[in-house]
T-cell receptor
């Protein structure tokens, strides 16, 4: 299993450009999520999905769009990049939580994005 | 709004020392508290705590949760240079797998 993969590893954008960060997992996990990590702020949830066709907003969704057309893929789109979106982006996946259980989230290697 | 606060922000110790990391939380419909270790790349899972007062151990690492006072501690004994990392704690809500992370504690272990 490749686990959770993310592409690209690094990206530099100019203000106003758009792009898509790719995330894929081969573990048949229902739950997928996107986080951004800024210095001293831990990870903040951007969007998440509990299954194909179902997405919801996290803590910091503005400026980002997601879709989940397949179980495996969960791309994150930046519509019009801004310098405030300079960050490291992590994708994570897990089996869906049910009842009182929490299922460990597996993180991808991250994408370092710089917006000039 | 859910909030998780970690202290200290950073610390420097020497090999063999013991470190204690703190995590306080305010999470709606709290279910569990998780600890992650982050070296150069993605966070890796250490512990999940759901019950008060029950210590979880893995080698030189241990952690405990106090659900009354809303905090957790992570202890690392006999530290080694390989323990140098950022340690993150996160609160999990009862609904879904959403996590609220603290800002992390950066630990540097010197030889």
């Amino acid at each position: 299993n490749a686990g959770v993969t993310q592409t690209p590893k690094f990206q530099v954008l100019k203000t106003g450009q758009s792009m898509t960060l790719q995330c894929a997992q081969d573990m048949n996990h229902e739950y997928m999520s996107w986080y951004r990590q800024d210095p001293g702020m831990g990870l903040r949830l951007i969007h998440y999905s509990v299954g194909a066709g179902i997405t919801d907003q996290g803590e910091v969704p503005n400026g980002y769009n997601v879709s989940r057309s397949t179980t495996e893929d969960f791309p994150l789109r930046l519509l019009s990049a801004a310098p405030s979106q300079t960050s490291v982006y992590f994708c994570a996946s897990s089996y869906a939580a049910g009842g009182t259980s929490y299922n460990e989230q597996f993180f991808g290697p991250g994408t370092r994005l710089t917006v000039l | 709004e859910d909030k998780v606060v970690q202290s200290p922000l950073s610390l420097v110790v020497h090999e063999g020392d013991t470190v204690t990391l703190n995590c306080s939380y305010e999470v709606t419909n709290f279910r569990s508290l998780l600890w992650y270790k982050q070296e150069k790349k993605a966070p890796t899972f250490l512990f999940m705590l759901t019950s008060s007062g029950i210590e979880k151990k893995s080698g030189r690492l241990s952690s405990i949760l106090d659900k009354k006072e809303l905090f957790s501690i992570l202890n690392i004994t006999a530290t080694q240079t390989g323990d140098s990392a950022i340690y993150l704690c996160a609160g999990n809500q009862a609904a879904g797998n959403k996590l609220t992370f603290g800002g992390g504690t950066r630990v540097l272990v010197k030889p």
